[in-house]
Structure formats: C-alpha cells, structure tokens
C-alpha cells in the first residue's frame, strides 16, 4: 500500500500470525503490511474472524507475530513484552480491575511506571476530569454504569499517555445512544490527546463516523486502506463494497482503459465511465459497482432500465428496488425532500441513470 | 381483606417456618454429632482420673492445670509444663510451615491447571485427586520409604558421590513436614482452583498492558482477586496440620511429638482422660484464635469481589 509522506507510528511488516501446528495451522493473519500515522484515528475494520482482533493484539504485545516486523517510531517492538510497550489498550470487556476503585485503576499504569505519588495523584485528576469522572474517583468498578465503566478504561489507558491507544470494539457493549455519545467522545479525547488511536470495529457506520483512515479486512488479509471516502466511493474488492453500505452491482465490459479511468459497457449496451480500482488487470471484463444514491431513477430512458419491485419509505429517504431486465436487480437510494411526492410505484418501469462519477471497476 | 403486604408478609413467615422445619433433622444431627461429643469432652477435662484410665466423677482443675504446669513428684513445687509448651509450638510451626509450604507449591500449580484448556483441566484434577484413594497410612509409609537412610534420596546421593553417609531425614521435623505437604497438597491445590478458575484472565491481560511485570500482576492482580481461595485452601491445610497424628507417629518417630500425639498418649498409656479432654479443648482453643487473626487479617476490604 502506497503512503503519503509523514511520521509513521506504527509500521506492520509483512506480518503472519498462525495459530496452531501441523495440519490443525490456522493463519489468522497472512503476510499483513500497514503503517499508521501519528496523531491518526486509525480503524481496522471487518467482520469477526477477519484478524483484526489478532492485529491489534500483536500491536499490544499478547500475542507475537510467527513472522514480520512491527515498528513503533522506527524501533521493532514484535519480540518486547506487552509491559515493555508504549501501548495500552482499551479493551472490549473493559477488564477494569474489581478489587481497586475508579481512581486506582486510572492510577495503577503510573504506579506500575514507578511515578512518584503525587504525580500519579495529578494525574489520575486530570484523566477523571478529562472524562468527566470526578465525582466517582472512590466508586468501586462494580458500582458504576457501563458507560462510566468505558469512561475509566479510557482514562486508565491514557493515563500513562501511550504512544499509541488501541481501542478493541470498546464500544459494542454499549446501548445505541450512548454509543453514539461516545464516538464523539472519542473523538474528542483522540483530539485533545494528540495520541494515535488504533480502533477495532465490525461496525461500518462506526468505522464511517471516526475514522482517518480505515483498513478493511477479511480472513487475514488488509483489503483496502483508505479515507472513509476512499472505502466508501471507490472501493477496491467486492468484499469491501459488499461490506461497506449497499452496493449495486454490475458485469460490464472493459472499452478502454486510461490509468484510473475507464470506459465500460454494461449488458444493456449503455457505455459509463468508471473509477478503476488500484491493482485492477483487464482481462476485458469486469464488475462495476455502484452505490445506491449514486444513480437515479428516471420515468424515462436511463443507463439501464427495469421495473419497480418494492419502494421502501426510510424517513431520511427512500428506497426504490428495481428489478433490471437482465434479471439481476439494483437498488436506487432517493432523498425524501418535504412534500414530495412518492415518484414511483411498485410495478412501474423506470430507467437508471449512472451519473459519470459513480461507477468504480473492482480490481476481483 | 389483607392487603396485598400483609399476604406477602404471611408468605414470607410461611417461608421461614418451612426453612428451619426442613433443615431440623440437619440441625439435629449437627447438633448431636458435633456439640454433644464436644461437651462431653468438656465435662472430662474437669473430672479426676481413675486408675486405669477413665474418669472418677470428681469436680477437679487437674487436668487443665497440668496442660501448662507440672508439679515437680519430689517436692510439690510447679513449674512450666516445657514439654507440652516444646510440642504445641511445634504443632504450631510445623502446621503453619506445611500450610505456607503447600501454598507455594499449590499456587503455580491451581494457576498452571486453571490456564489449561477445559478439557485437559479435568483431567489435571483427576491426577490431583488420584492419591485420595490410598489409605493415609500406606501413603504415610511411602514417604518414609522415600527420605529413610537406606531410602531412594540418600541411596541416589551417596552413589553419586554427593554425601558420604546417609543424611538423617527420617524421624525430625523435617520428615514430618515433608509428609504433611505431601498428603495435604491437594487440600491447597482444589480451593485454589475453584478461585482462580473464576479469575479473569483479561484482566491479567490488562495488567501487563498497563505496565505491570510479571511479579507485579502476580502481587497486584491476580493474588487479590483469588484470595478467598487461598484463605479456604489454608483453612483446609492448617486445621488438619495441627490435629495431624499419623504423620508424626510414622514420620517422627515418637520423639518427635505433635499435638494428637500427645493427646492420644493422654488417653493410651498416660491413663489421664482429664487431661486428654483439657488437651483437645485447647488445640481447639488454638486453632480457633489462629483462625479468627488470619481470617480477619486477611480478608480486607479488597477480597470483596464478585
């Protein structure tokens, strides 16, 4: 993966993690590179059993890497023991510590550095304050909610001020609303720290909402890198675009090709440009993909064309799901502006209009 | 009418009643089994002496006088039982030694079976539980065959050359603290698992990540959070440790005396039931007040967990 210039926090190398012996091997990670910047919200984004997880860990130092490097500022930490990192971690049970208080465990990464006590004192203050905790400093863990629980395995982490905070699903335990507080929250916190975040998440719209960048993986492999715009409009594999929002998809036929750009002809014999995804090689066909509120439903001649089969009303928008004439079917996304009328009904025929910036060619 | 409280509270009342009406033929056999013979015990130690044993139904302080003085036989004067003193400090040192001997060996054991995987876990505590079906005694006797002078220690040491004669392990403390932790290890090694098989290992996870060495999240994490199970595992060694009679009668030699020892010499040939019963009353007394200093020592405010 290409990088544009700036300091690098993290740089992964070529990393294997298998897990197992002989025949029963499993490579949970399969010759993985990445480099995060500082200062970045880094999101390392799949569904379970993709490796994330196990990416994150080996950043953290509790499991070692079978092969590769993993730098930190230049310095290769895969072989240091996790008390030896510059890293903590935020992680998704929490694992606040029963027997202490709030302010112990926000102090007890100071106090294992050996700080003097009234610095950690200072501190724990600062990170209570920073996360707004102040009045339950004396609380036991088990006698605060889940949300003030997330709140003190964010201080406890920052409060060594690590190099890097890792953030395994630290929110997936928490209910819809408070989870959307806390995004921003963290959002806030990775602002005011200055500290790069590496965040571990299934969820794509989280992914979406917080991130510098993501990297989407699946079964080992980092797929894609990129600004949530990047992922989102041009993404390179189908398991991305499947994975990332709805997605159209679309055989078509490769005209000419011009670095990133191309023309294509889709099976109605509507020609579109297209975006080309890096590593693509033309064989002639190809599959297009296309997002939903990308294309537009028209009474009259599109791109392509097909009938109606269920229009869905969302509030924010509408759904309109057509079925082509080739069989396969589309789905258009309609923003629903007040007192409009709904434009289309179940059996109608319709064509699609694809605008000339909407279509990107998959590299599978 | 009841109101819908009163009917609440008649059930409630109805609930207690059925409780102790269930758990009364427990109590009952508690209650004679474990109290009666205990008060028994107590009567004797106030009684006098018959000449063959037995007791004369006469009120006298003997016995327990003679727990901690003896009257000298030639001129009535009292001094320190030292002989009784000599055996209850060793009762003491050597149960607290064996408890403290089998926690240093039974912690790195619980941990290292509790982090097995589940299924080879069970069979970890089927081999922990293996020597419980021997007979204390032939156990007992297999350590000695271990440690003797012509034992397999001393044998293997002498034909390599390390000792020139057989070192004297057999009949001292030393013998009967190395039977101890043998027989009562597993008495250590089960509560300790229960504890840390409850023990989140996240948070171990959590406390290397956050800078803690190795010793540091064994003192800091993982000992606070699986005290209950060292506490019940030491209750569990150190109340049989101190009652122990086998042990020291095979392993020590009759010299080396602890305190069931001595009360069963009360009893066989000293023929002074009183002060048998005034014996048995005060190891009790003992183990009682060492209990109650430990247990409250050691259960602070942090083994509240869970």
Same mark, same amino acid.
Do not use: C, H, W
């Given at each position: 993966?290409?990088?544009?210039?700036?300091?690098?926090?993290?740089?992964?190398?070529?990393?294997?993690?298998?897990?197992?012996?002989?025949e029963a091997q499993v490579a949970a990670l399969d010759t993985v590179s990445v480099s995060i910047r500082e200062n970045e919200f880094f999101t390392l984004l799949g569904p379970s059993g993709c490796g994330k997880t196990t990416l994150l860990r080996l950043i953290a130092g509790f499991d070692f890497p079978s092969e590769g490097e993993i730098m930190l500022y230049g310095q290769d930490i895969a072989p240091l023991p996790p008390f030896k990192r510059p890293v903590n971690t935020v992680f998704q049970s929490y694992a606040l510590f029963p027997h202490m208080t709030v302010a112990q465990n926000i102090g007890f990464g100071l106090e294992m550095l050996g700080k003097p006590r009234a610095e950690i004192d200072a501190r724990v203050a600062e990170m209570l304050k920073l996360v707004r905790m102040e009045k339950l400093a004396k609380r036991r863990t088990s006698q605060i909610s889940g949300g003030q629980q997330q709140r003190v395995a964010l201080a406890r982490a920052l409060a060594p001020q690590p190099k890097v905070l890792l953030l395994d699903e630290p929110l997936s335990a928490l209910d819809y609303k408070l989870r959307k507080e806390m995004q921003i929250e963290l959002k806030r916190l990775q602002h005011e720290t200055g500290i790069t975040f590496i965040f571990v998440t299934h969820d794509q719209e989280?992914?979406?909402?917080?991130?510098?960048?993501?990297?989407?993986?699946?079964?080992?492999?980092?797929?894609?890198?990129?600004?949530?715009?990047?992922?989102?409009?041009?993404?390179?594999?189908?398991?991305?675009?499947?994975?990332?929002?709805?997605?159209?998809?679309?055989?078509?036929?490769?005209?000419?090709?011009?670095?990133?750009?191309?023309?294509?002809?889709?099976k109605s014999g509507a020609t579109i440009a297209a975006t080309v995804a890096e590593g693509f090689k033309p064989d002639g066909d190809a599959t297009v993909v296309i997002r939903p509120e990308h294309a537009k439903a028209v009474k009259g001649q599109g791109d392509i064309s097909g009938i109606v089969e269920t229009v869905v009303y969302f509030g924010t928008d509408t759904h309109v799901h057509i079925r082509l004439d080739d069989g396969e079917t589309f789905t258009v996304r309609q923003q629903n502006a007040r007192g409009a009328v709904a434009a289309f009904e179940r059996g109608d025929r319709v064509g699609i209009v694809i605008g000339d910036d909407a279509a990107q060619i998959l590299r599978d | 009418m009841a109101t819908a409280a009163e009917i609440e509270k008649q059930a409630e009342q109805r609930e207690i009643r059925n409780r102790w009406f269930l758990s009364a033929p427990a109590l009952l056999i508690i209650f004679l089994a474990a109290s009666g013979p205990l008060v028994i015990v107590l009567i004797y130690s106030f009684l006098t002496p018959g000449p063959y044993g037995d007791v004369v139904w006469k009120f006298s302080t003997d016995g327990w006088m003679s727990v901690f003085l003896e009257r000298d036989i030639f001129d009535d004067t009292l001094s320190f039982a030292s002989a009784h003193i000599t055996i209850f400090w060793r009762s003491l040192k050597l149960a607290l030694m064996a408890t403290v001997a089998t926690l240093i060996f039974g912690f790195p054991t619980a941990y290292f079976i509790a982090t097995r995987s589940e299924r080879t876990r069970d069979i970890w505590l089927f081999l922990i539980t293996i020597p419980f079906w021997t007979n204390l005694l032939i156990r007992t006797f297999a350590v000695l065959q271990v440690i003797r002078n012509e034992g397999i220690i001393n044998t293997a040491l002498i $034909?390599?050359? &390390?000792? $020139?004669?057989? &070192?004297?392990?057999?009949?001292?403390?030393?013998?009967?603290?190395?039977?101890?932790?043998?027989?009562?290890l597993p008495l250590m090694v089960l509560p300790l698992y229960a504890s840390m098989e409850k023990l989140d290992f996240r948070l171990v996870e959590a406390g290397y990540d956050l800078y803690a060495s190795r010793w540091q999240v064994l003192r800091r994490i993982i000992f606070p959070l699986v005290r209950p199970g060292v506490i019940a595992g030491s209750i569990l060694v150190f109340i049989p440790a101190i009652g122990a009679y086998v042990t020291p009668s095979v392993l020590g030699g009759g010299k080396n005396m602890m305190f069931a020892n001595l009360i069963e010499l009360q009893f066989g040939q000293g023929r002074n039931w009183p002060l048998g019963a005034a014996l048995s009353i005060t190891v009790m007394a003992i183990v009682m007040v060492a209990l109650l200093v430990y247990v409250r020592n050691t259960s602070g405010s942090e083994t509240r967990h869970g």
């Open positions: 993966m290409p990088d544009t210039p700036g300091k690098n926090a993290i740089e992964v190398r070529g990393v294997r993690k298998v897990f197992g012996a002989g989280e992914a979406l909402t917080m991130s510098d960048r993501i990297a989407v993986m699946s079964a080992g492999r980092i797929l894609q890198v990129g600004s949530p715009r990047d992922i989102y409009d041009r993404p390179a594999e189908r398991f991305v675009a499947d994975f990332i929002g709805e997605t159209n998809f679309l055989d078509a036929k490769i005209d000419s090709l011009d670095g990133a750009k191309a023309k294509v002809t889709l | $034909n390599l050359g &390390i000792v $020139n004669q057989p &070192i004297q392990m057999l009949y001292t403390d030393f013998a009967i603290m190395v039977g101890m932790v043998y027989v009562y």
